[in-house]
């Protein structure tokens, strides 16, 4: 549906297309999402999408109706300016619709962003949704403050280039993280299994496609020192509770993070 009309016009049979699978959505949408999907879906993309608040939160709630895994992928979702002022009516219904997406399981949900705010991730927070895949290291970032919140997170997909020190705070839920196409320095892969050795359950580290950057030190090298602390501070871990999956690697990844690090 490439307009918020066509959208409209076929919401009147669409729950009735009994096969349907998927279903794009472009355009503009405010108000309730009133859209009734058919029990067969199970991925909505939306695309060029601008929506209110209100919108997205209807959407999320209906999707956690459904009684099979479903995604919702964001590709390039814009939430529109609510405008309000503190105690407007519009304000405390949005209020009402994150309360309400708080209340509701919402574990069969994967979410997919590609393009997203600050703003779209705090509508996540404290959600039950249980699989998040973050398409760039920027949206890493705008969601790490939100991550530790989502308690049924249980698997996380990365993508895109990650240096320093790794600082994003997993729930404690987690029971997979799988980095896809991934460029990273040392310390931040070092960082990143230092915290999964930290959890009380077994983990897993899918290695799919991840590329470590060259960090162009001569010895003694301060950055050097730094990544040789990180690799002694895992040598002096328990780190049996991980399980690393690598699908491509190189030399200096087997080298520099296999040895005598983990089981």
């Given at each position: 549906?490439?307009?918020?009309d066509?959208?409209?016009?076929?919401?009147?049979?669409?729950h009735?297309?009994?096969?349907?699978?998927?279903?794009?959505?472009?355009?503009?949408?405010?108000?309730?999402?009133?859209?009734?999907?058919?029990?067969?879906?199970?991925?909505?993309?939306?695309?060029?999408?601008?929506?209110?608040?209100?919108?997205?939160?209807?959407?999320?709630?209906?999707?956690?109706?459904?009684?099979?895994?479903?995604?919702?992928?964001?590709w390039?979702?814009?939430?529109?300016?609510?405008?309000?002022?503190?105690?407007?009516?519009?304000?405390?219904?949005?209020?009402?619709?994150?309360?309400?997406?708080m209340?509701?399981?919402?574990?069969?949900?994967?979410i997919?962003?590609?393009?997203g705010s600050?703003?779209?991730?705090?509508?996540?927070?404290?959600?039950?949704?249980?699989?998040?895949?973050l398409?760039?290291?920027?949206?890493?970032?705008?969601?790490?403050?939100?991550?530790?919140?989502?308690?049924?997170?249980?698997?996380?997909?990365?993508?895109?280039?990650?240096?320093?020190?790794?600082?994003i705070?997993?729930?404690?839920?987690?029971?997979?993280?799988?980095?896809?196409?991934?460029?990273c320095?040392?310390?931040?892969l070092?960082?990143?299994l230092?915290?999964?050795?930290?959890?009380?359950?077994?983990?897993?580290?899918?290695?799919?496609?991840?590329v470590?950057?060259?960090?162009?030190?001569?010895?003694?090298?301060?950055?050097?020192?730094?990544?040789?602390?990180?690799?002694?501070?895992?040598?002096?871990?328990?780190?049996?509770?991980?399980?690393?999956?690598v699908?491509?690697?190189?030399?200096?990844l087997?080298?520099?993070?296999?040895?005598?690090?983990?089981?």
């Amino acid at each position: 549906m490439r307009t918020a009309d066509c959208a409209s016009l076929a919401s009147e049979i669409l729950h009735t297309l009994n096969k349907l699978t998927k279903l794009f959505l472009w355009g503009t949408y405010t108000g309730q999402c009133d859209i009734k999907l058919p029990a067969s879906l199970q991925c909505i993309s939306l695309q060029k999408l601008e929506c209110s608040s209100e919108w997205l939160c209807s959407l999320l709630i209906t999707l956690s109706s459904f009684d099979h895994p479903v995604t919702c992928e964001l590709w390039d979702v814009v939430l529109q300016s609510s405008g309000y002022t503190l105690g407007d009516e519009l304000h405390t219904h949005v209020s009402d619709l994150r309360s309400e997406i708080m209340s509701h399981d919402m574990s069969k949900i994967e979410i997919m962003v590609t393009k997203g705010s600050k703003k779209l991730f705090e509508i996540l927070r404290y959600t039950s949704i249980r699989i998040l895949d973050l398409r760039t290291a920027d949206f890493a970032s705008l969601a790490s403050e939100i991550l530790h919140t989502l308690n049924k997170l249980t698997k996380l997909y990365l993508w895109g280039t990650y240096t320093g020190r790794c600082d994003i705070e997993l729930p404690a839920s987690l029971q997979c993280i799988s980095l896809q196409e991934v460029e990273c320095s040392s310390e931040w892969l070092c960082s990143l299994l230092i915290t999964l050795s930290s959890f009380d359950h077994p983990v897993t580290c899918e290695l799919w496609n991840v590329v470590l950057q060259s960090s162009g030190y001569t010895l003694g090298d301060e950055s050097h020192t730094h990544v040789s602390d990180l690799r002694s501070e895992m040598l002096s871990l328990d780190m049996s509770n991980i399980k690393i999956m690598v699908k491509t690697g190189s030399k200096e990844l087997y080298q520099r993070f296999f040895t005598r690090s983990t089981s």
